[in-house]
């Protein structure tokens, strides 16, 4: 089993920045990717970051140039959102994803979410 956790919300102003931690209990080492996902009221849940651990990483085209994620020092049990030039449209509840596989069976762990509010 994997547990993840995230911490780091607040509310910053337009233009301002943000970093998010994700840290993950359990079996950590079956970790594959990693994922940063927000949901905006009354809005689908997006993706904003992706990472493998292999080192391919993807982002949504809106944050792209502004947000930036990135493994922690902690090894494999830590993940960060770095959020810089944040917008209004930003706002959002920001979640944790970690997949992770116990052969053949892959699984998902979802954190509470933290939430972050961009004022103008």
Same mark, same amino acid.
């Given at each position: 089993? %994997?547990? =993840?956790?995230?911490?780091g919300?607040g509310?910053?102003q $337009?233009?301002?920045?943000?970093?998010l931690s994700?840290? $993950?209990?359990?079996?950590?080492?079956? @970790?594959y990717?990693?994922?940063?996902?927000?949901q $905006?009221p009354?809005?689908?849940?997006?993706?904003v970051?992706?990472?493998?651990?292999?080192?391919? @990483?993807?982002?949504?085209?809106? %944050?792209?140039?502004?947000?930036?994620?990135?493994?922690?020092?902690?090894?494999?049990?830590? %993940?960060?959102?770095q959020?810089?030039?944040?917008?209004?449209?930003?706002?959002a =509840?920001?979640?944790c994803? $970690?997949?992770?596989a116990d052969?053949?069976?892959h699984?998902?762990?979802?954190?509470?979410?933290?939430? %972050?509010? =961009?004022?103008?």
């Amino acid at each position: 089993q %994997v547990q =993840v956790a995230e911490s780091g919300g607040g509310l910053v102003q $337009a233009g301002g920045s943000l970093r998010l931690s994700c840290s $993950a209990s359990g079996t950590i080492s079956k @970790i594959y990717y990693w994922g940063w996902y927000r949901q $905006a009221p009354g809005k689908q849940r997006e993706l904003v970051a992706g990472l493998y651990i292999g080192g391919d @990483i993807n982002y949504a085209d809106s %944050v792209k140039g502004r947000f930036s994620i990135s493994r922690g020092n902690s090894g494999n049990n830590t %993940v960060l959102l770095q959020m810089n030039n944040l917008e209004p449209e930003d706002t959002a =509840v920001y979640y944790c994803n $970690a997949k992770w596989a116990d052969a053949p069976t892959h699984f998902t762990s979802w954190g509470q979410g933290t939430r %972050v509010t =961009v004022s103008s």
